[in-house]
C-alpha cells in the first residue's frame, strides 16, 4: 500500500525591503515568519546592519564626540606633515620634493644647495689664509656683477621650491582653519627670500658701480723710494667762481710695508711754485708759477692748465695733471695717485658713517664768507659731529686763518681713517657707495684696491705724522723750496726710523729705507736727530739774508702769523 506524505502548510513569508544603512553596509538577511511562496519555501527579510558610529539603540548625540576626536586628530597629522615639509625646504632646498614630490627636482636642487655650502666653506678657508685673493675679487666689477645675478637667479629657484612644497602639502586636504595661515607661511618665506636676493643684489650692484665709477685707474703703481705718495684735493663745488680751485691741498706718503702715513699739507696760497723736469708747466714757468698780479697761487694752478688743453693734449684732465706736476714740485715727492673729493658732498660720506668724533678746542663758526653766522661747533672734547658739522670745521675760514683751518682739515681726515673700520664699512657700505660716487674721483686702479686697503688697515694702528707749510717756517708768497723739501724728508725719515725701531722690538729686522729723493735738495741726514713728531710746524730756520733787508710783506689774506700753536686747534679721536 502506497503511503502518502502530506505537507504541512508554511507561514506566509512576506519579503521586506529594508534601505542601506548610512554606512553603506550590506543589510543582513535573517530568516521571519511569513505565509510560504509558491514553492513553499521560506523567505528571508532584510533587517538593518547596525551603523559603526551609531550602535544599536545609541542616538547620534551620543557619538558626535569619537567623531570629532578622530577629525582633529587627523587635522593635526596634515598640518603638521605640511610644516614639515615647508621647513625642509627653508633648511635643505629641494629635500621635500625629494622625499615627497619630483625627485628629479629635489635631487638638483640639493645638489645645487651642497654646491653652495661647498663654496661658503672655500670662500671662508680663502678668507682666514689668503684674504687678499677675496678683495681682489671683490674689486673686479664683471665679477660682483655676476655674483648679483647669481644671486637673484638662485633666491628664484629656491622660492618656487618654497611654492611646490606648499603644493605637495595638498592644501585642500588640511582644515579650512589652516589653510589660510599655511598659505601665508608659505608666500611669506618665499617674499623674505626673494627680498633679501633682491636687497644683497642691490648691494653688489652698488659695489661694483662703486668701482667702476670712482676707481678710474691710471695712476702709477710702482712705489717711490718706498712709498705710496697720494694726493688728496678738497673742491668746494658750491662756490661760484672761475674754473675749479682746491681749497684742501694734502699729500698723504705712505710707507708700502707697515702703512705709516705722513701728512703734508699745502698751503692753498701757495706762490712761485717750481714744476719739475718734463712739466709741461715748466715750458710755460721756467722760473715758477709767478705772475705780476700774485693771482698765480697753488689753486689756480688748476684753472690755467684747463684753458690751456695744448699743454697737456692726452690729458683726460689737464689742470689735474697741472695741479699734480705743481705739488711734485713743491714737496719733492713723486705722485702716485690722486683722489678728488667734492667738499660738499663730504657731509654724506661723514653721515653715512654715522658721524666722526674730534677734539674742538677752538669754537668754530658755521657759517660766513657772504653767511649769516648761524652757530659754532664746539669747543669741548668727544665731540660727536655730523656731515654738516664736519663739513664746516674743514672749512670755515670766520676768525681764523688759512693755517689753522688746514690743521682742522687735518683733523678731520684723521678722523675718518680713526673711525672707517671693516665693520662700519661692511654695515653701512650701500650708503657709503651712494656717497662716494657723488664726491669721490681717483686714479687708483682696482687691482690696488687690496694693497691700498691693506695699508689703509696698518695705518689705523700707528700715529700720523704731518708736515705743514707755515709761518713762521715757511712764507707763502716767497716760499723756501729747498728747506720744503728737506722738511718733507726729514719727517719721511724719522718716520721710518720709527717702523725700524718697531721692526726690531717685534722682533724682526727693517733697516730704514732711504728717504725719497727731492727735486731741489736730497735729504742726506740722518732722522736720529729729529725732534718728536708734532702737529705744529717745524720752528724756523736761521736763512741768510742780508742784515739791512726790507720786512717781509704782509701776509694774504686769511693768513695767520705765528702758527706755533696749531696743534692746539683740534685733534682727531
Same mark, same amino acid.
Given at each position: 500500500?502506497?503511503?502518502?506524505?502530506?505537507?504541512?502548510?508554511?507561514?506566509?513569508?512576506?519579503?521586506?525591503?529594508?534601505?542601506?544603512?548610512?554606512?553603506?553596509? *550590506?543589510?543582513?538577511?535573517?530568516?521571519?515568519? #511569513?505565509?510560504?511562496?509558491?514553492?513553499?519555501?521560506?523567505?528571508?527579510?532584510?533587517?538593518?546592519?547596525?551603523?559603526?558610529?551609531?550602535? =544599536?539603540?545609541?542616538?547620534?548625540?551620543?557619538?558626535?564626540?569619537?567623531? !570629532?576626536?578622530?577629525?582633529?586628530?587627523?587635522?593635526?597629522?596634515?598640518?603638521?606633515?605640511?610644516?614639515?615639509?615647508?621647513?625642509?625646504?627653508?633648511?635643505?632646498?629641494?629635500?621635500?620634493?625629494?622625499?615627497?614630490?619630483?625627485?628629479?627636482?629635489?635631487?638638483?636642487?640639493?645638489?645645487?644647495?651642497?654646491?653652495?655650502?661647498?663654496?661658503?666653506?672655500?670662500?671662508?678657508?680663502?678668507? $682666514?689664509?689668503?684674504?687678499?685673493?677675496?678683495?681682489?675679487?671683490?674689486?673686479?666689477?664683471?665679477?660682483?656683477?655676476?655674483?648679483?645675478?647669481?644671486?637673484?637667479?638662485?633666491?628664484?629657484?629656491?622660492?618656487?621650491?618654497?611654492?611646490?612644497?606648499?603644493?605637495?602639502?595638498?592644501?585642500?586636504?588640511?582644515?579650512?582653519?589652516?589653510?589660510?595661515?599655511?598659505?601665508?607661511?608659505?608666500?611669506?618665506?618665499?617674499?623674505?627670500?626673494?627680498?633679501?636676493?633682491?636687497?644683497?643684489?642691490?648691494?653688489?650692484?652698488?659695489?661694483?658701480?662703486?668701482?667702476?665709477?670712482? $676707481?678710474?685707474?691710471?695712476?702709477?703703481?710702482?712705489?717711490?723710494?718706498?712709498?705710496? !705718495?697720494?694726493?688728496? /684735493?678738497?673742491?668746494?663745488?658750491?662756490?661760484? =667762481? +672761475?674754473?675749479?680751485?682746491?681749497?684742501?691741498?694734502?699729500?698723504?706718503?705712505?710707507?708700502?710695508?707697515?702703512?705709516?702715513?705722513?701728512?703734508?699739507?699745502?698751503?692753498?696760497?701757495?706762490?712761485?711754485?717750481?714744476?719739475?723736469?718734463?712739466?709741461?708747466?715748466?715750458?710755460?714757468?721756467?722760473?715758477?708759477?709767478?705772475? *705780476?698780479?700774485?693771482?698765480?697761487?697753488?689753486?689756480?694752478?688748476?684753472?690755467?692748465?684747463? !684753458? =690751456?688743453?695744448?699743454?697737456?693734449?692726452? @690729458?683726460?684732465? *689737464?689742470?689735474?695733471?697741472?695741479t699734480i706736476d705743481a705739488v711734485s714740485g713743491a714737496t719733492g715727492l713723486n705722485i702716485n695717485y690722486f683722489a678728488l673729493i667734492d667738499m660738499a658732498g663730504f657731509e654724506a660720506l661723514v653721515d653715512a658713517v654715522g658721524g666722526i668724533r674730534m677734539d674742538i678746542n677752538q669754537a668754530v663758526p658755521i657759517g660766513g664768507g657772504g653767511q649769516k653766522v648761524e652757530s659754532y661747533?664746539?669747543?669741548?672734547?668727544?665731540?660727536?659731529?655730523?656731515?654738516?658739522?664736519?663739513?664746516?670745521?674743514?672749512? #670755515? =675760514?670766520?676768525? #681764523?686763518?688759512?693755517?689753522?683751518?688746514?690743521?682742522?682739515?687735518?683733523?678731520?681726515?684723521?678722523?675718518?681713517?680713526?673711525?672707517?673700520?671693516?665693520?662700519?664699512?661692511?654695515?653701512?657700505?650701500?650708503?657709503?657707495?651712494?656717497?662716494?660716487?657723488?664726491?669721490?674721483?681717483?686714479?687708483?686702479?682696482?687691482?690696488?684696491?687690496?694693497?691700498?686697503?691693506? /695699508?689703509?688697515?696698518?695705518?689705523?694702528?700707528?700715529?700720523?705724522?704731518?708736515?705743514?707749510?707755515?709761518?713762521?717756517?715757511?712764507?707763502?708768497?716767497?716760499?723756501? $723750496?729747498?728747506?720744503?723739501?728737506?722738511?718733507?724728508?726729514?719727517?719721511?725719515?724719522?718716520?721710518?726710523?720709527?717702523?725700524?725701531?718697531?721692526?726690531?722690538?717685534?722682533?724682526?729686522?727693517?733697516?730704514?729705507?732711504?728717504? *725719497?729723493?727731492?727735486?731741489?735738495?736730497?735729504?742726506?741726514?740722518?732722522?736720529?736727530?729729529?725732534?718728536?713728531?708734532?702737529?705744529?710746524?717745524?720752528?724756523?730756520?736761521?736763512?741768510?739774508?742780508?742784515?739791512?733787508?726790507?720786512?717781509?710783506?704782509?701776509?694774504?689774506?686769511?693768513?695767520?702769523?705765528?702758527?706755533?700753536?696749531?696743534? +692746539?686747534?683740534? @685733534?682727531?679721536?
Amino acid at each position: 500500500m502506497r503511503q502518502s506524505y502530506v505537507t504541512a502548510p508554511a507561514e506566509p513569508v512576506v519579503q521586506r525591503r529594508v534601505a542601506v544603512d548610512s554606512a553603506g553596509e *550590506p543589510p543582513i538577511l535573517e530568516p521571519v515568519s #511569513s505565509s510560504p511562496n509558491d514553492r513553499g519555501t521560506p523567505v528571508t527579510a532584510a533587517t538593518p546592519r547596525p551603523t559603526r558610529d551609531h550602535p =544599536r539603540g545609541a542616538s547620534s548625540s551620543e557619538t558626535s564626540a569619537p567623531e !570629532n576626536a578622530v577629525a582633529l586628530s587627523s587635522g593635526r597629522i596634515k598640518l603638521r606633515r605640511a610644516l614639515v615639509l615647508i621647513a625642509m625646504t627653508v633648511m635643505v632646498p629641494g629635500s621635500a620634493q625629494l622625499a615627497a614630490g619630483n625627485r628629479t627636482v629635489g635631487r638638483w636642487g640639493m645638489r645645487v644647495w651642497g654646491g653652495f655650502l661647498a663654496l661658503v666653506a672655500i670662500l671662508v678657508l680663502i678668507g $682666514f689664509s689668503a684674504p687678499s685673493v677675496l678683495v681682489e675679487w671683490a674689486t673686479q666689477p664683471w665679477l660682483v656683477q655676476l655674483t648679483a645675478v647669481v644671486v637673484v637667479i638662485a633666491a628664484i629657484g629656491w622660492a618656487l621650491l618654497i611654492v611646490d612644497a606648499w603644493r605637495i602639502a595638498n592644501p585642500p586636504d588640511l582644515s579650512r582653519q589652516h589653510r589660510p595661515g599655511f598659505a601665508l607661511l608659505a608666500g611669506g618665506l618665499a617674499f623674505a627670500i626673494m627680498g633679501g636676493s633682491v636687497f644683497a643684489a642691490g648691494t653688489l650692484s652698488s659695489h661694483a658701480g662703486m668701482i667702476g665709477e670712482v $676707481f678710474g685707474g691710471g695712476g702709477e703703481t710702482e712705489a717711490h723710494a718706498g712709498r705710496y !705718495n697720494v694726493l688728496l /684735493l678738497g673742491v668746494d663745488a658750491t662756490v661760484h =667762481r +672761475e674754473g675749479i680751485r682746491p681749497d684742501s691741498i694734502t699729500v698723504a706718503s705712505v710707507d708700502e710695508e707697515t702703512g705709516r702715513t705722513v701728512l703734508i699739507s699745502l698751503p692753498r696760497n701757495l706762490q712761485k711754485i717750481p714744476f719739475p723736469e718734463g712739466s709741461p708747466m715748466r715750458q710755460e714757468f721756467p722760473a715758477g708759477f709767478d705772475c *705780476p698780479d700774485n693771482e698765480c697761487m697753488l689753486n689756480a694752478v688748476h684753472t690755467y692748465a684747463e !684753458n =690751456r688743453h695744448d699743454l697737456y693734449p692726452d @690729458a683726460d684732465d *689737464p689742470g689735474l695733471a697741472a695741479t699734480i706736476d705743481a705739488v711734485s714740485g713743491a714737496t719733492g715727492l713723486n705722485i702716485n695717485y690722486f683722489a678728488l673729493i667734492d667738499m660738499a658732498g663730504f657731509e654724506a660720506l661723514v653721515d653715512a658713517v654715522g658721524g666722526i668724533r674730534m677734539d674742538i678746542n677752538q669754537a668754530v663758526p658755521i657759517g660766513g664768507g657772504g653767511q649769516k653766522v648761524e652757530s659754532y661747533v664746539g669747543p669741548g672734547e668727544d665731540l660727536l659731529l655730523n656731515g654738516y658739522e664736519a663739513l664746516w670745521v674743514a672749512r #670755515s =675760514r670766520v676768525d #681764523s686763518s688759512d693755517y689753522a683751518r688746514m690743521q682742522r682739515q687735518k683733523c678731520v681726515m684723521a678722523a675718518m681713517l680713526n673711525q672707517l673700520d671693516p665693520v662700519t664699512v661692511a654695515t653701512k657700505f650701500q650708503d657709503l657707495a651712494a656717497a662716494g660716487k657723488q664726491i669721490v674721483r681717483t686714479n687708483v686702479p682696482p687691482d690696488q684696491i687690496d694693497d691700498l686697503m691693506k /695699508l689703509a688697515g696698518g695705518a689705523q694702528k700707528l700715529p700720523l705724522r704731518s708736515v705743514m707749510f707755515t709761518p713762521p717756517a715757511i712764507t707763502p708768497h716767497d716760499p723756501d $723750496f729747498a728747506r720744503m723739501h728737506q722738511m718733507v724728508a726729514d719727517e719721511i725719515a724719522v718716520s721710518e726710523r720709527l717702523d725700524a725701531e718697531r721692526a726690531e722690538k717685534d722682533g724682526g729686522e727693517k733697516a730704514p729705507e732711504q728717504s *725719497p729723493e727731492t727735486a731741489d735738495a736730497p735729504a742726506d741726514e740722518s732722522p736720529a736727530d729729529e725732534p718728536p713728531a708734532s702737529d705744529a710746524p717745524a720752528a724756523d730756520a736761521p736763512r741768510d739774508e742780508p742784515a739791512d733787508a726790507p720786512p717781509a710783506d704782509p701776509q694774504p689774506e686769511g693768513a695767520g702769523g705765528n702758527t706755533d700753536d696749531l696743534g +692746539e686747534v683740534c @685733534a682727531a679721536r
